[in-house]
């Protein structure tokens, strides 16, 4: 069992894995009477709560848990430890519409790329997911031009939220991301032929003066214990083994 003689660990994640966190860390803290603090921000970016904002800021975390790729950025800028990453989950991009909207069909990459085409404000997040839609997929699809001005990427809030205040009519986010905001309607997810799948993993930050309950928190986190809760929110558990 871990103690709570010592601080709150510090945890911070990007977008996708946030509901499961929140779900996940009051369970965690009542199991094992050790508290987490929980903190959010992108992983790219100079939004003021983005992780490189916060990191330039001097603050510290003992856990990030965010999209592979730019877990690993953190590793090879020496922010995360060498050999500490542990995939959580597989987490798909999704699109929604507000309810009572008419639904959109996204099911084929020809039915997306009518609906990217034709809906009037497109919303994205600033995230991993967002990055590949503006930097692969509008291109793939021959569409950069007319995405360069109708669509738009969000900072520091879910693609939900914007749809909700009529500033988007159609959005793109991770599933996960989507799920918790009230008001939306999950359309579907990318067709298979177009969506780009991401890990989403947990790394121990290098500063942490708290190894043994970090790695005890991410064990929970991987755990099958869990499982269950972590797919409701929209992921897929990956249930893998410990690297160390």
Known sequence: MTSNSLPPLRVIT??????????????YESKFSKKVDLFF????????????????????????????????????????????RVDL?????????RVGDPDVDIS???????????????AYSASASGTYLSEELFQRLGIEAEMAVKARKIFSERVGTILMRNEADLGFQQVSELIPIEGIKIIGELPQEVQRSF????GIGVETAQLEAV??????????????????????????PMPW
């Open 108 to 122: 084929t990459v020809q039915a997306l790329k009518h609906a990217l085409l034709t809906s009037g404000r497109i």
């Open 199 to 202: 890990f989403f993993s947990a």
């Open 89 to 97: 989950v597989v987490s798909n991009i999704g699109a929604a519409v």
């Open 41 to 84: 921000g992108s992983s790219i970016g100079a939004a003021h709560d983005s992780i490189p904002t916060r990191l330039s800021q001097g603050q510290q975390f003992d856990l990030f848990v965010l999209a592979s790729s730019a877990l690993d950025h953190f590793v090879a800028e020496g922010k995360i430890m060498k050999g500490s």
């Open 14 to 27: 990007s977008g996708a894995f946030a509901q499961a966190l929140k779900l996940l860390t009051p369970l």
């Open 215 to 240: 790695r005890h928190f991410v064990e929970f986190l991987a755990s099958a214990e869990v499982a269950d809760v972590v797919a409701q929110t929209g992921l897929k558990p990956v249930l893998p």
